[in-house]
């Protein structure tokens, strides 16, 4: 907790001139204590994101019983602020009325228990902290969330500390770990990959911590764990939010005393790795709900980087467009797409529940289709008909046609992956979503399923 005075102010990041001459900018601001023995106290709002709470890694610490570790956060962007309640046990009010989100105003009064706060911006500006560049690394955005989060990259990727990346299936979680790793000063070392939600309750463990010979049936000798293989390096757990309370203790461990135990022995062994995590669950409401240790959570996400679904940031889609068709069919592939620019307006007005990973996955197609040159309106109005999408069909391929005029094998690919997609979505529909019962249904491993939800880009909450 930190008290204010005119030093204390948030300092202006000094960028490079690749910026745009206008950064984004926001009023300086203060709450104001409005109650009790610290009546008149100031606190400055001097980052980006602020979290309030009585837990010990918060930015304003309250001592109050109603309030929870991580109550709420104040978030600043080229909009203004905006409060967000962390699903509190007892809620967070702004005037009176209790809040989810919302915008502050000045002079508005926020409350937490007994505790009474005034948010009060000052006279001056500060500019809001963003990266000078369009990239962090093969990660790729021109708008100014995406070059806040490269900036946070940036700034942390050279340190040990622990991060969690949280946002929507598809909006490249794995791939921003894979370039914090190569930003890192571990680079040189390891970087290994865990799915927790693929592998099997009784295998996890063996994968993380591996196991001694005759540990269980079929270990027929010794063989170390993920945290062992990437020694110096760094661990990505994907899906951590699918973890067993079984085994949140032991990564726990892992954290805290940097040691591991194999299956099936004692012994412990010494280990030097660094944690980065992903999920697409409120990991806030995990913990609420007991589902997720608090004490493993708050280890996880030192640092908490959230990425925005692509509907939130389809500036972004000419970039990556380009970028996406250059990576995967070389560096003349742009002059084989008819009328880009037009295609690009189809594109935007699409929702992307897929994210990135589903206009990646257009792309891709489109390039192994019949049209040339290119075209990516015809690959769009084929693969996403109805729901939300709202570009004009080029009337060149009907729904399931055949064309005939290619190999047999291509066409039956083509829809079967038709029939796949149309297939799991349903499925999902069907069970609102949750996977170990669409499986059971499916009569297919959840695994399996969770690879064809993956391949089909399916945002498993549409």
Not at 132 to 152: A, K
Not at 268 to 283: E, F, L, Q, Y
Not at 375 to 395: E, I, K, N, Y
Request: net charge neutral; charged share 30%; glycine share 8%.
């Amino acid at each position: 907790m930190s008290s204010i005075n005119n030093s204390s102010l948030a300092k202006t990041l000094v960028v490079s001139a690749q910026l745009p001459k206008k950064l984004p900018r926001v009023r300086r601001t203060v709450l104001v204590v409005a109650s009790g023995d610290q009546q008149g106290r100031e606190y400055a709002v001097d980052k980006d994101v602020f979290v309030i709470g009585k837990g010990d890694s918060v930015d304003l610490k309250l001592d109050d019983p109603a309030t929870s570790r991580r109550h709420c956060e104040i978030r600043a962007d080229e909009h203004g602020y905006s409060i967000v309640d962390l699903n509190s046990t007892n809620g967070t009010f702004v005037n009176g009325v209790r809040i989810s989100n919302a915008y502050l105003n000045p002079g508005a009064e926020l409350q937490f228990g007994n505790i009474r706060l005034v948010f009060s911006p000052l006279q001056e500006d500060r500019e809001l902290q963003i990266s000078p560049t369009e990239n962090f690394g093969s990660v790729v955005g021109s708008s100014q969330s995406m070059r806040r989060i490269f900036y946070m990259a940036e700034t942390y990727a050279a340190t040990d500390a622990s991060i969690m990346l949280t946002g929507e299936t598809g909006t490249g979680k794995e791939i921003m770990a894979e370039e914090i790793h190569r930003h890192s000063l571990r680079s040189d070392k390891p970087f290994v990959i865990i799915d927790c939600a693929a592998l099997a309750k009784d295998l996890i463990e063996s994968e993380l911590f591996g196991h001694v010979k005759g540990a269980f049936t079929g270990a027929a000798a010794d063989r170390p764990g993920a945290f062992e293989y990437a020694n110096g390096g760094t661990v990505f757990l994907d899906e951590v939010g699918d973890l067993s309370m079984e085994l949140q203790p032991k990564l726990l461990r892992v954290l805290e005393k940097r040691e591991i135990r194999r299956v099936g022995t004692n012994a412990v062994r010494k280990i030097d790795v660094r944690i980065i995590c992903a999920t697409n669950r409120d990991m806030h409401k995990e913990v609420e709900e007991g589902r997720f240790r608090e004490d493993l959570f708050y280890r996880l996400a030192v640092v908490n980087i959230e990425l925005p679904p692509l509907r939130k940031r389809k500036e972004d889609i000419p970039l990556l467009a380009r970028r996406f068709a250059s990576d995967l069919h070389g560096p003349d592939a742009l002059d084989e797409i008819a009328e880009f620019d037009a295609s690009m307006e189809v594109l935007r007005r699409y929702d992307w529940p897929g994210n990135v990973r589903e206009l990646r996955n257009l792309i891709d197609r489109a390039f192994y289709g019949p049209y040339r040159p290119v075209d990516l309106s015809a690959s769009m109005s084929f693969w996403h008909r109805g729901g939300t999408q709202s570009g004009p069909s080029s009337g060149k391929l009907g729904r399931g046609e055949v064309i005939g005029s290619r190999p047999f094998k291509e066409e039956k690919a083509e829809l079967v992956d038709e029939f796949e997609r149309k297939y799991i979505m349903k499925l999902l529909k069907r069970n609102d979503g949750n996977i170990s019962k669409s499986a059971r249904e499916a009569d297919i491993e959840r695994a399996y399923l969770q690879r064809l939800i993956k391949k089909y880009s399916i945002n498993v909450g549409e």
